[in-house]
């Protein structure tokens, strides 16, 4: 039986930019045919064991013919796949989506159009220029530029396209901009009109360059400037100096790699988009349940006498929350506790205490396990007994100097941090590329699994691979474990909190821009 293929458009670059229902059919696809201009996070969305086969066109080569792509749909679809062809922008503008509908319609496959966020709208927008304004334009043509001249000259009439409408948009013209500025003008384009190329807009490479009919070709001589752009031509162009928003955001421009566990990157992903970054994710860290039968037992052991505890100390989220399910799991409750006093290592993890009706002790005003010392101080008696739940890989300080102090201190493993199996190839490109500006460590275990994550991905130097790329730290015990593995770590959390961490960056990142300027 035939599966099923889906269109899909990507959107202009910004992987939140595509629609949900997009998103929807990326999360159930057996099998993705995604193109270059499609945001590489997407693929991350898929399901485990889900084919990525890349079908991109570069300027100067094509990776396969668009023939090719289309038999390759039928083929996929004939052997029951669910597919996804994910084009960027919107698949009905100039994404040859007819072609391949038309061939799987012959064959009797069943498809479905997934409309996108087109970059002839999006693009602009991003760089401040609204293709339509009251008092600048009412109507806007959309226009291939993707053409050589005589191509172009049998495609458009130029005479009626030129002044049909008050915005012209032409895709893909960065190389023709000479002759597509001189044809506006020939056909009665003033040659003081606006025009503005907007560069891979809406990602972290995005950038604007702005002038006229007249001189637009020599600005894009001088400037280098490479395509992928959309090219923009009338009026609205000047509502940028006062519309721009997107590169008045701190983090703008910048691509910053977050290496947290998945189920914990959101907030991290999502306070980066709101501050104007490029969030790419790659989770090198995961973390599970306990795997080992000794493990299990002795964190059964330290649940079955809770009364027992004067105090529980939790040092991080996943600790409390791997201590409910453990609870759960045995069937005990946490009324047992009733006793002992419940402190927490940072606001994070009295948050998620507090959302299971528990309210810690204190917060220590260092988000580590000094801090808890120090915050506690005389409150710790010789002799009390501590439950100290937390992750296999934890520093063995907080158990070591609670025990110098005379403390009876069980230490319970409730849960592992094992390495994540996911592999990204596309990341060790943008790394080579030097098109990460900035690496996110959350822990020392995302340092060390990161490079070893590169080990597993062929990279036989990973510490040089890095070298270039600045890291961005949450805390000194982070930013000491990365510089012991050699890398460069320019900014350190002033507290130990994604927010801390996130303040830092920015203040980094302007101090920084000041300092270029």
Known sequence: MAGKVYLVGAGPGHAKLITVKGLECLQKADVVVYDRLAAPQLLGAVKPGTRKIYVGKLPDRHTMKQEDINRLLVDLAMEGSTVVRLKGGDPVIFGRVGE??????????????????????AVPAYAGIPVTHREAASSVSIITGHESPDK????????????????????????????????????????????????????????????????????????????????????????????????????FG????????????????????????????????????PQDPDMIFRVQKALSRLDSYDWVLFTSVNGVEYFYRHLAEQGRDIRSLAQAKIAAVGPATADALKERGILPVELPGRFQAEGLIETLGSRLIPGQKVLLPRG????????????????????VDTYQTVISQDQDHELIKLLEEQAI???????????????????????????????????????????KTAREAGLRVSVEAGQATVDGLLDSLCEYMKNGRQHMK
């Open 254 to 289: 910048k691509r910053i790699l977050v290496t947290r566990a998945r189920s914990q990157a959101a907030e991290l992903v999502n306070r980066i988009d709101e501050l104007g970054g490029e969030a790419y994710e790659f989770p090198v860290i995961e973390t599970v349940y």
């Open 437 to 479: 500006d900035m690496i996110t460590f959350t822990s020392s275990s995302t340092v060390t699994h990161l490079i070893e994550k590169l080990k597993r991905m062929g990279v036989e130097d990973p510490v040089r691979l890095l070298g270039s790329t600045e890291a961005a730290c949450i805390g000194e015990i982070t930013a």
């Open 152 to 251: 172009l000259d049998l495609m458009i009439d130029w005479e009626k396209v030129t002044n049909a409408t008050g915005t012209l948009v032409f895709m893909m013209g960065v190389s023709k901009i000479g002759y597509i500025a001189n044809q506006l003008m020939r056909y009665g384009r003033a040659a003081d009109t606006p025009v503005a190329l907007v560069r891979w807009g809406t990602r972290a490479e995005q950038e604007t360059l702005a002038g006229t009919l007249a001189d637009i070709e020599q600005r894009v001589i001088a400037a280098d400037f490479k395509p992928p752009a959309v090219i923009v031509v009338g009026d609205v162009v000047l509502q940028r100096e006062l519309l721009k928003w997107a590169e008045d955001l701190p983090l």
């Open 100 to 121: 391949e509908a038309a061939l799987l319609k012959k064959h009797g496959i069943p498809y479905e159009i997934v409309p996108g966020v087109t970059a002839a709208t």
């Open 392 to 411: 296999n890989l934890a520093r063995t300080w907080l158990p070591e100097k609670l025990a110098e102090m005379g403390l009876d201190v069980t230490a």
